[in-house]
């Protein structure tokens, strides 16, 4: 079985544990090889690269008797799935919530809203229209933007004109 070529956001595991996150697939310069561009998962973000066969390698299990893994690295199917990727996301919703947060002008919150909408879940929506005194009244992700959407256009218009 030939093993599918990383994609850029993928998370490999490496079998000495670390985690790697794929920029890009690459071309050499010099020998016109693959390359993986990768960088560390955590802490530094330190850059990598590395020939795509290497990188595919199995591991050399004569080497590395201890290892757990088959290859030299493995796609993290946990990192991308089920409870870890929920706390990430959740860490990425917290980093969000901050942001709006500490916006002052309903126009800027507007932009945000629409710069970030790919980013927007129901627990960023929910502090959001707390923090504006908005009632929610919308079932889905959707319906909840659209409605604080149009709550803030509506702030706009009318308190545009207010003597402050």
Known sequence: MERRIPRAGDIYRH??????KI???ATCTETGEDMVIFETAEGAHKVYASALEAFLSPL??????????????ELCRDLREGPAAEL????????????FLE?????????FLQRHQTEIDGRFLTAAAESLEFAE?????????????????TKMKY??????
Do not use: C, W
Request: hydrophobic share 30%.
């Open 159 to 164: 308190e545009g004109h207010r003597l402050r």
């Open 23 to 25: 920029l890009h697939i």
């Open 15 to 20: 079998f000495k544990g670390r985690k790697y």
């Open 88 to 99: 990430r996301r959740q860490g990425s919703t917290t980093a969000l919530i901050l942001k």
């Open 103 to 111: 916006l002052e002008d309903n126009g800027d919150r507007l932009q």
């Open 137 to 153: 009244n919308g079932e889905s992700v959707e319906e909840r933007l659209a409605a604080l959407m149009r709550f803030l256009r």
């Open 60 to 73: 050399d299990t004569g080497r590395y008797p201890q290892a757990e893994q088959k290859y030299r690295f």
